[in-house]
Structures are given as structure tokens and as C-alpha cells.
């Protein structure tokens, strides 16, 4: 299907004369159901949580969250988007680091309650709000070896870790769990190897200081042919 302007209609009317004489994209849900497949099949009982910056399409969000996906956040327009197609009656993820104090309260109104941070201000900020809220840690991890490495971007070192895991509970802020972005274009699934022993360590200074870890988050970065 096509999305231009926010119309949706079929590949076949393509076949004929152009009626925009632009450049546009063509979506064909049914890529989309076969790649959730292969996914799922790949990883098996592992949930789905989709970027909506990556296609912020509603024919395209509207299929994943049919093939059971959840959705992660960059930004309040992207959860305001979601709501409006009525796609969020699961459990969503807050995904951007370094948010504003407004923006993280007003995703807490809007039914978001976990959120991915990397600093300790980013915990007392989100604490102020809601200390119901659950928190997922960015780790850095090494990735040299990948494409394009984006862990350097934003995570915490172990020993970063190991503070903020005491500040949040010291907060009252219960650390869910840990994200990681290896890069994109991974070839390779050692960078993967080495980033979860990585949490696997963290997992357990986080435990000691008495969060329940149930999420581990292994981001993106799987190879596409384009």
C-alpha cells in the first residue's frame, strides 16, 4: 500500500499512469505479517516492541499491533499518534534517554509507564512524577565490530550502573530491566553475545540493591537487505 498524504491505497493502481508524479513509499502489510512470522519464529517467546519513528504509517502500525507487537516511544507525538488509532492497549516503552521532566509527566498521563533512562537525573526527574513508574537501564556496551555502533550514544558504564541502581532505590523507582543497541546493520552475532554477559553482570548489582528484573531488551540492529 501506499502512504501519500495520508492516503492508503493499493500497489495495483500503480500499474497505470502515476497520479502523483512524486516520489513516495509503498507499504504491503503482508511483508509486514511475514517478517513479524520470521521474527517471532526466530526468537520464540520473545515480545516484539516496535519503534514507531522507524514507520509512523498507520497501515503499518495498525498490522503490527494486529500480529500482537507493542510500540516504543521517541517522542509525545508518536504516543498521542498511537492513541489515536486506538493501539494502545498494551504496555508501551518510553524509549528516548534524556527527556524533558514535562514530557516524561505527560507520558505518564497518557497510560506510559515504563521508561528507559541513563542517568541519575533522569531517575529523580521521573521519581518527582510517579514512583510507580517502572525503569528500564540503557547499558553501554562495546561494539566495534559492528556497521554502524550507536552503543556509545547513550547507556551507563558498570559502574554507572551500579550507582544509579542504588538511586533508584533510594528513589523508589523499581529498575525493571536493561536495554541495549549493539548498531545497526549487525552482521554478527557476537556483539549480541558479549552485550547480554554484560547485563547478565548488571542484572545482578541491580538485584542486590532489591529491583525485580523481568525484561531484558536487546534492541535492534538486525541486518536488512536494501
Given at each position: ?63 503490527l499491533y494486529f500480529m ?16 489515536r488509532l486506538d493501539l ?139
Open positions: 500500500m501506499d502512504c501519500h498524504g495520508g492516503l492508503v491505497v493499493p500497489p495495483s493502481s500503480f500499474f497505470g499512469p502515476d497520479p502523483y508524479e512524486t516520489p513516495r513509499l509503498v507499504l504491503d502489510p503482508s511483508k509486514i505479517v511475514a517478517q513479524v512470522n520470521e521474527f517471532n519464529a526466530a526468537f520464540r517467546g520473545v515480545t516484539i516492541c516496535f519503534p514507531v519513528k522507524c514507520c509512523p504509517v498507520p497501515v503499518a502500525l495498525q498490522t500482537g507487537c507493542r510500540f516504543e516511544y521517541a517522542s509525545l507525538g508518536e504516543i498521542r499518534e498511537v492513541r494502545h492497549r498494551r504496555p508501551g516503552i518510553f524509549g528516548a534517554p534524556a527527556r524533558s521532566p514535562s514530557d516524561s509527566a505527560a507520558a505518564r498521563s497518557l497510560g506510559v509507564d515504563t521508561f528507559v533512562i541513563d542517568s541519575a537525573d533522569e531517575a529523580t526527574n521521573l521519581a518527582a512524577i510517579d514512583t510507580g513508574s517502572s525503569v528500564l537501564v540503557r547499558l553501554e556496551v562495546e561494539s566495534s565490530d559492528t556497521t554502524m555502533p550507536l552503543s556509545t550514544k547513550f547507556g551507563v558504564t558498570a559502574a554507572g550502573n551500579r550507582e544509579l541502581a542504588r538511586v533508584c532505590a533510594d528513589l523508589g523507582l523499581n529498575i525493571r530491566g536493561y536495554v541495549f543497541h549493539v548498531g545497526s546493520q549487525t552482521r554478527s552475532a557476537k556483539p549480541w553475545a558479549r552485550a547480554v554477559e554484560a547485563t547478565a553482570a548488571a542484572i545482578q548489582v541491580a538485584a542486590a540493591a532489591g529491583h525485580e528484573i523481568d525484561t531484558l531488551d536487546i534492541g535492534g540492529g538486525f541486518t536488512v537487505p536494501y
